[in-house]
Every structure is written in C-alpha cells, then in structure tokens.
C-alpha cells in the first residue's frame, strides 16, 4: 500500500497551505490529481479509512486519510478542471515567493479562487 500512496504522491501536485504558506498545526496535504490516477487511487481507499470532502465539489471529488502520521487529502479534478487548480497553485506559489502570504484561509481560498483561470503570463 505505501507503494501505491507514493507512486499516487508522486504523480499529483502539492497545493494548499503547504505551498502558498498558512500552514496551522492542522494543516493537512492537498494533492491534486489527475483522474487519469483515480483507478490507482480508488485501489488505496478501498484499504483506508477515509472521509469524502464536500467541499468544491463540482470541480474536485475530495478523500482525505491519515497515512504515515500525516493527514492527506486527494483532490481528484474533474474534467476541465485539473489544469485551473494547477495554474492557481503556481500563481499562489509564485505570490508566496514574492513575500505574499495569505495566512487567513478565507483570503487564501478567495485568491485562490481568482487565479483558476491564470495561464502563467
């Protein structure tokens, strides 16, 4: 199983606090994947215990579980969406290097939000 959980880690793109900064005690690992790795994935949660977010659910379906002392949670992208949670992820990154840090999660979720449709120009 950790294979599987590794080689569904290693294919996905960290995002959330972890990556635009805001990390809390709480702070779980975002992970946005591609359904091209849902087969894979779907092979873990049948062995997890895991919950099914509701949040953003009409772009992601959500499975959060603890593995390896961590909290991790699958962002799953439905189509049309994976490349808009990328590109918001790497504008956030990008902020976060310049010194911008949205240490509120609203604001964080907010900005967020505004930078789905960012192309990296």
């Known amino acids: 199983m950790k294979k599987k959980i590794e080689q569904i880690i290693e294919s996905s793109i960290l995002t959330g606090s972890r990556?635009?900064?805001?990390?809390?005690?709480?702070?779980?690992?975002?992970?946005?994947?591609?359904?091209s790795a849902f087969s894979l994935c779907w092979e873990v949660l049948k062995v997890v215990n895991y919950e099914r977010l509701a949040y953003n659910s009409k772009e992601m379906i959500s499975y959060l579980f603890k593995w390896d002392y961590k909290k991790?949670?699958?962002?799953?992208?439905?189509?049309g969406h994976y490349h808009r949670w990328v590109n918001a992820t790497k504008k956030m990154k990008?902020?976060?290097?310049?010194?911008?840090?949205?240490?509120?999660?609203?604001?964080?979720?907010?900005?967020?939000?505004?930078?789905?449709?960012?192309?990296?120009?």
């Open 19 to 35: 990556v635009f900064g805001g990390v809390t005690e709480g702070s779980d690992y975002d992970y946005i994947v591609h359904r």
């Open 94 to 121: 990008e902020l976060k290097d310049q010194g911008v840090i949205f240490r509120d999660k609203v604001q964080r979720v907010h900005a967020f939000n505004s930078y789905k449709d960012y192309n990296g120009e």
């Open 72 to 79: 991790v949670n699958l962002l799953i992208a439905k189509p």
